[in-house]
């Protein structure tokens, strides 16, 4: 049985956010078939979003804590 062929495509953006702050972007999909419809390769970058947004979030708190713990401690 033969299989479609697949490839991988990723990208990588710094984004500046001001203030000495920049985020990298990395988006990545994996297993793409050759002959995927335009609706797959766009339900794929959306997964991709929403787990960016997510890990955004995350991050923005952490570095909201970081900062407030490292005042507290100054």
């Known amino acids: 049985m033969e299989s479609t062929p697949r490839i991988t495509v990723s990208t990588t953006r710094k984004i500046n956010l001001g203030n000495y702050e920049s985020q990298d972007v990395f988006v990545c999909l994996v297993d ?3 002959d995927a419809s335009e609706e797959l390769i766009e339900n794929m970058l959306l997964t991709g979003e929403k787990a960016v947004k997510a890990i955004s979030a995350r991050l923005k708190g952490l570095v909201s804590e970081a900062r407030i713990s ?3 401690v100054a």
């Open 32 to 34: 793409v078939p050759v």
């Open 70 to 72: 490292g005042k507290e």
